[in-house]
């Protein structure tokens, strides 16, 4: 079982529709949790940071965590085409960058 | 601001050649990281550095070596390239640890035949 997974789709949606991502890991110590946008051929960028359990908003950006369940989701509300990227879950048990445990991405693609 | 740059963007290279693939920043971080990604498989961290003089191994170090004699630049040497280690490399970089998240570069695409 690799320690974090993903689907990694492509996955297809109208623009406006709400997107759900997840991320699946193993690893109970996990607390630590981050979500990255890349566009084809360009380096991730950091879209959302949380620590433990609970809710984080950005904008559009909902990020969950479910320790409970080993378990993390990124909800893009009224989805735009802007937003067709992989997106990439990370994790760690620490805050120590090179311990950082990414995921594989999920590819989405926002149809206008 | 120019944040994290990589150069070459592309490089094709013969098996058994050698190449340093470059990595600056200018945000003045402190750890700086090369990471390699290869399809359906999450980014795998090669080295690591946490200051001018500080290196250490990440998970997939072989065929790879890294120095950091400034707290700007982070090479990245491949000796005796195979074709295994055609893939696209990251150089990132963070202030102390990841609370703010890694700054990555826009990558090098390497193929090796």
């Known amino acids: 079982q690799k320690e974090v997974e993903q689907d990694p789709g492509p996955l297809s949606v109208p623009e406006g529709a709400i997107v759900s991502l997840n991320c699946t890991y193993s690893?109970?110590?996990?607390?630590?949790f981050m979500w990255y946008r890349q566009y084809s051929r360009k380096g991730p960028e950091l879209l959302m940071y949380?620590?433990?359990?609970g809710n984080k908003e950005d904008g559009r950006f909902t990020a969950q965590v479910d320790k409970s369940s080993k378990y993390i989701s990124l909800f893009i509300r009224d989805s735009q085409p802007s937003d067709s990227a992989t997106y990439l879950c990370?994790?760690?048990?620490?805050?120590?960058?090179?311990?950082?445990?990414f995921g594989p991405g999920t590819r989405l693609s926002v149809l206008p | 601001n120019a944040g994290v740059t990589q150069t070459p963007k592309f490089r094709i290279l013969k098996i058994g050649q050698s190449m340093t693939l470059q990595c600056a920043q200018d945000?003045?971080?402190?750890?700086m990281y090369w990471y390699r990604q290869d399809p359906g498989m999450g980014l795998k961290l090669i080295y690591y550095?946490?200051?001018?003089?500080?290196?250490d191994k990440g998970e997939v170090p072989n065929g790879y070596n890294v120095s950091r004699s400034t707290t700007e630049d982070f090479p990245l040497r491949l000796e005796l390239a195979a074709p295994s280690q055609t893939s696209v490399y990251f150089c990132?970089?963070?202030?102390?640890?990841?609370?703010?998240?890694?700054?990555f570069g826009s990558g090098t695409r390497l193929t090796v035949v």
């Open positions: 990132a970089s963070s202030y102390g640890g990841a609370g703010g998240g890694y700054t």
């Open positions: 690893n109970s110590a996990f607390q630590y």
């Open positions: 949380t620590y433990s359990s």
């Open positions: 990370a994790m760690s048990e620490d805050n120590y960058g090179q311990n950082f445990v």
């Open positions: 945000m003045n971080h402190n750890y």
């Open positions: 550095s946490v200051g001018a003089g500080i290196t």
